[in-house]
Each structure stands twice: as C-alpha cells, then as structure tokens.
C-alpha cells in the first residue's frame, strides 16, 4: 500500500481543542489523526510499518514519552509542547519548542493544508511485475492516473452533481460572510468554460478541491467530478490549440513541509505524479516570490522552487498543459497549468541561498516501466466497467472503507441495471466475504446474478461467475456452522455454474478450470478423495494447457492433487506432484503462501514415510518462508514449527544408538 504522510496530535486535552479548531477548520478530523490516550497513540503508529509521521505532543505526555519513541522510524518529526528534555538527534527526528501559545498548532495545521502537494512516487523496483502494481506502493499513482479518464465516463447531471457541490462548500464556509459570497456567485455564474477562472480565484473551490485531493476524501472528490471533468475538458481545448517551443520551462514556488521535502530527496530518480491540476509560471522571479528567500519560515517548513523542464515534442494529450494566462483570475502570471496526473521524474534536490530547487523533467514515453504503466491503464480501460476500476484498485490497496464507499457512491448516481451495477455489487460481495459476513455477501452475490440474468442471459458467463460466487459462500457457511444443508447448496450453485460454463466458453476456459477447482475442493472437504481427484484433475488439465509453467494456479493444482493422493494412501504418486509444483515455481512467486504451504504439505507426505532428512529439508522451507510473509498470511506458522521441531525429535531418536555393555 501506498506510503501516507500522517500528522498525530497526542494531548490528554485533545478532544476539548479540537472542537474549536474543527470550527475554523472541517477537515481536520479527516486530514490529522487525534489521541487522548498515549498507548493507543503507539499502537496506531507500530501498526502503520508503511507510513510516515509528524507528531505532536503536548501536555503530561510529553517528557516520558518522547525518549521511548523518538528513535521509530516512521516518525520524521516530533513537535513538543513544554518539553524539558534534550534529543542530540535533533535534524532527524526531533525538534522541540516551549511555546505556550497553542496558536503555533495553527499555524503547523496551515501549513499542513495550504503548502503541502498532492503527489504520488512510482517506485521503479525491477523485482515487481506490472501484474502486482496495484498490490505494491504504486496502487496509488495508477489510482491518479485513472481518475479522470473514469469520472469522464461516470454518467451524472451537472445540475445534480453542482447542488451536492454547492451544499457542502457552505457548510465548510458556514459563518464566513466572504466566502458565502463567493459561493453564491459560483452557484449563479458558473459556466463550464470559466472553469480555469475558478480554479486559479484564490476561494474555497481552489482549497477544498486540492485538500480532497490531499487526504484522498472519496466522498468530496466525487462531489467535485463535474467541476474536475469541465476543468479537464477546458485544459485539453486550449492544448489543442496552443503551440509551444520544443522546450518548455515552467516555475512553481511555495513554503513545503519538512517531511514532503524528506519525500522528495529520498526518490531522486524516481517519477512523481501531481495528483492535482498544478499552476506553474514560466517567469521564474515570479515563482521566487512566492518560494520566498527561506528567512522567517516557521521551523517546519523550507522555501521551495521547482523548476521543470517539458519536451512539448512528446507530449501527449491525455495530460494536457496549457497558457491559462487569458482565462485565469490572475492575468499577469504568465500562468501554465498542468492536468492532475502530469508525470515527471526527479533530477535533483538542492539548496541554494535558503531556497530549496528541486528540478524535475517531464517523461511521457522513454521509462521502460512507464510505458508498462500506460499499457496497463490501456488495458484496464478497454474494459467495459470502467467506472469499477476505482474500487478494485482501492481493494488491491487494501483501502476497503474507501472502497465501499466509492461503490456506493457509484450505485447512489446509477439509474438502471447494467454490467457496472452488477460488477459493484459483485465486488461489494467479495469484500464483505473477506470480513465473514456471509449473509450481506450472500445477498450482494445474489444482486449481482439476478442483474446479469436481467440483462445479459440466463447461460452468460457473467451470470456462472454469479453461481460460482454464491456457491463459495455456502461452501464457507457449511465449513463454519457445519450446516449439511449449506454444504449441498454449494454444490448445486457449482455443479448450475459449470453448466453454464459448458455451454457458454469455449473448450478450455480459465473459468471453466476454476469452478472445477472449486466442485473438487468440496468434495475434499467432505473427505470424498475420489471424486475429489476426478474434478481436480480436469482442472489441472485445462489450466496446463492454458497456463504457462510456474503460474500460481498450476502449484495450487498440482498441491491439491496430492494432497488427495496423499489421503488415499498413494504416497509416491502425492510427492511426485508436490516436487512438480515445487520445481515448476519461478522466482517471482518464491515467497507466497501457497507455495509455504505446499512445502508443508509434501513433507508431512515425507514424514509419514519416515522420510524424516527430507520432510526436515520441507518445513524448514516453509517454516522459513512463512516468516517473510505478511501477519495475515503466517496463520499457519505455529503448526509450520511444529512439524519442524518434531521432526528434529524424530531425526534424534533416529540417530541416537543404544549404548551396551561390554
């Protein structure tokens, strides 16, 4: 998942402040994280080994409680209130000050929302395939990338979509006579054609829109998708009919928090993504002016110039830039501005004369992962549920709440049934099965079907993946309440799915080999190792024709097989596929839980034999490769030791001799 940078405030008095500054400011519950209570506080940052953290601390807790926690990681500063203690590590993790004056917290909450950038790194790690982006911190840069190309195809009325607008920008400005204004005129005024004037006006458009952005609130950003897409659509228009030099330099300053400018240095060489639709100036004293000289800035925060440099020449309208100078509410800027998305690479980071450079170069197409990058976005776009594509890679990022709340914010603005509909409800099933609830998955699953029946057909393979689903969760709530009933409503949901998948697919389906994976693992679980054998069998045998070698549902195949022949008694048979799958797994797919626990599997079979050297050379595969998994994964690591440490027992009984007399 995507590193986060997260602001805590620790203070037994926490809750009695916030509600004054949550007046002056509604976004601070959603962009700071608050605790009254120091153990909690703790346990919320160990929990988070990803994310970054600026913490402040204040009142009791603040002298025994810095020693013990000043040296994690993941804290890149800490702020004090009334210490009276000394850190030597001061420039990296610890910065004290003893104002009283809690406006200082004001001012550290300003500059948190108004000199931070939305922005994403695109980590170019070799060892990661372009199939596991979405599960590695890059999910959110493909997330940004995505984002306008699905709000564009995201049906909605712009009346509609401007009311929901309107209400909440006068709750967050509620009390603000100025602002009010502002949002009277934008609600009586607006036109999609002014939609650079609006951004670029310096009001609560411009703020709220970008703290969305910042804080990746997926209810506000929807909120904003007609306002997003009309300041898109008005951006592509001018590039279209602007023309540029072969070279083009463009300048931004502005104040930047100490832990963004730690981000930047730390990904020299890397791509970075603005999440957000960036002004730029091509008159450098300008930007400098608003960089400021580095003097007089509060302790947290650096003078910052980015200059960076476009080749107009391989430029693509995707990402378009344009001279809004005639169109923004600033005439005299020599104003360029950038889509949200536009990508870069990092040259350097700086510091001349107090001012922090940092340059950046704009790439499109010359970065092998890159162009990875785009033909995946190409793919994922062909499909036709592209508004879906959001939620799965929220899922992929382990973000479910954002999730569901993106697809129920999807289902709020659909008017009728259709494949998008169906493929919500579909993943809506899927998440709510991870947690157990098997009832609200049941019931998603069950939507899902009857969509698909509705609109395309009875014998749609659509609608045997809904049979297929449906049957998974009676399976799981036959093996948890061990309800006989439910157990023999699986199979019936199976047995209607691989019909379909007969008569809909083509010889050799992936899906077809699933469901039959599927039928056999029930029939496993019933201990019915016949029959089980018979159905994964025509598994395996589809999947080999259809899969290359060393593929993950190959070494599952091939796992599950044996254990089934190890169950029968046809043990030569059983370790014959398990060293089969074992040989057959690449490197990319070494350390995964499936190949630990087919490492497990095959030495229990050695064990049995009382091949113990080589069920000790199996669990200490497993044992090994269980430690490197995540928490969740190592839920079978307590019995991977056993087996380990009892097979030890039994090689020492082996080996020992019996002593005798002479």
Known sequence: MESKLITIWLDLNIFHYANEWTTRNRYLTKAWKLFDNADKCIDYITSRLEDKFYLI????????????????EQIKKIYAHGSSIHIQDV???YFSYNHNDLITIDELINSSQNNSLSLSIFSNNQEKSIRNLTTSGNALFIWYQLLIDVLIRIPS??????????????????????EQEKINEFDTCYESTKAVFWYTRNCFLF????????????DNIFKFRFFIVDLYQQLLTLYTAQRFPSSLTVYRGQSLGLIELEYLKENIGQLISMNTFLSTTTDKEVASIFAGDGTNRPVYERSVLFEMTIDTTRCHKSKPFADVSKHSYMK?????????????????????????????IFTEQEDKRL???????????????????????????????????????????????????????????AMAKDESKYEEALNAYE????????ILSEIHPHTAMSYNNIAGIYAHMGQTKKAIGDDEKALIFYEKSLEICNQSLPENHSQTATVLSKIGGLYYNRSNWSTAIKYLEKALEINKKILPKGHPDLIIGYSNLASSYSHLGKDDLAIDMFENALSSTPMSESKSFHVAHTYNNCGAVYFNQGNYEKALEKFTKAYEMALQLSSFERSYLSMYHHNLEETKRKLQKVTIKPSSSE
Not at 65 to 70: A, G, S
Not at 336 to 360: A, C, H, P, Q, Y
Not at 376 to 391: A, D, N, S, W
């Open 207 to 218: 703020r709220l829109l970008n703290q969305a952005f910042r804080t990746e609130d997926i």
């Open 332 to 360: 005299d800027e020599n104003e360029i501005l950038l889509s949200m998305g536009t990508i870069f690479r990092i040259v350097s980071v700086d510091i001349e004369n107090n001012v922090w450079i940092v340059k950046l």
């Open 57 to 72: 601390i204040s009142g009791v807790f603040v002298d025994y409680l810095i020693p013990l926690i000043y040296e994690l």
């Open 371 to 429: 162009i990875e990058l785009i033909d995946y976005q190409k793919m994922i776009l062909r499909e036709k549920e592209t508004v879906v594509v959001l939620g799965r890679i929220l899922q992929d990022m382990g973000e479910m709440e954002k999730a569901k709340r993106y697809y129920n914010l999807i289902l709020e603005s659909s008017v009728e049934d259709s494949v998008e509909v169906s493929s919500i409800y579909n993943n809506l099933g």
């Open 91 to 93: 420039g990296k993790l």
């Open 447 to 454: 939507k899902s079907m009857n969509i698909n029946k509705k």
């Open 157 to 178: 009325s712009t009346e509609s979509a401007k009311s929901d607008l309107i209400a909440i920008t006068r709750k967050c400005y509620e009390g603000n006579e100025s």
